[in-house]
């Protein structure tokens, strides 16, 4: 694997590759990897001849500074992974090479998408992760882009990104299932701070989310939510949002034929979670 830590000579070296008949995918991450990151890079190594990973921990989709400054970092690790995993390249850049001097931020028009969930209980976020994204992709040229479902909003915000930029007439987004603990809790680089008596309650989040699924046929919308949030504080959760909507706009959906999505972000101790489910 080669690392690259300047901008530059990566985007020349990618260039010089997909000219000479290539197949480039691109898999984002802030690092301290996990079977979910690396399921998005075994996908791209099957998918093309080249993948690149991308290391950043973006500090303007942090709305908190605390969750910044902890954020885990393990770059050894991480490198071992990515080996193991079959990947080409791995892209290592400081702030300086993302935000160059000078950098003015743009601002990326989402809509509605942006005021609710995270992007209401993380004011500022989902600029931030477009920020970065039409950054890295200004300079990773790839044809597809490895994104996980865990993170089902940020999925809709960067197709979203992707149209308005016009790259999607050039890039494929790719959309990879959650992958759990055995238990069930979604893996995620934040489940390290969770002491051992968080960590047992933290399934709570996933078993909301299936009971949800279960009930979804019979019972209300308004009653699934407002029992899962009954049962995430009965867990010692604080919820920020339980939601059921269409898995294609995020939007409320027209109908039960619609393909619906449950997604909950739960605060239990210092840590908060996000995780979602498909219904139907
Ligand atoms: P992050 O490092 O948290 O920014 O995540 C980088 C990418 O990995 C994003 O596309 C995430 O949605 C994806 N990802 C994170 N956790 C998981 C998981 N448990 N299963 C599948 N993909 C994941």
Redesign the pocket.
Known sequence: MIVFKPARPLSMHLTKEINSGKKAGF???????????I??IRASVQLNDLTICSIFINPTQFNNNDDFQNYPVTIAQDIEKLEAAGCDILFLPPVQEIYRDGFKAKHYELGLIEQKMEGEHRPGHFQGVCQVVDRLLDIVHASQL??????FQ??IVIRKLLELTGRNETLEMVM?????ENDGL????RNVRLNEKERVLSTAIFHALSHIKQGFATISPEALKQAAKIYLESKGFAPDYVEILSAKTLETPGNNNEQQVALIAATVGTTRLIDNMVLN
Do not use: N, W, Y
């Not at 898999?27 to 990151?37: C, I, S």
């Open positions: 898999v984002p991450t802030m690092g301290a990897l996990h079977e979910g990151h399921s998005l490895f994104l996980g479902q865990k993170d940020q999925c990879m299932p959650t992958i759990r979604a893996m995620s680089s």
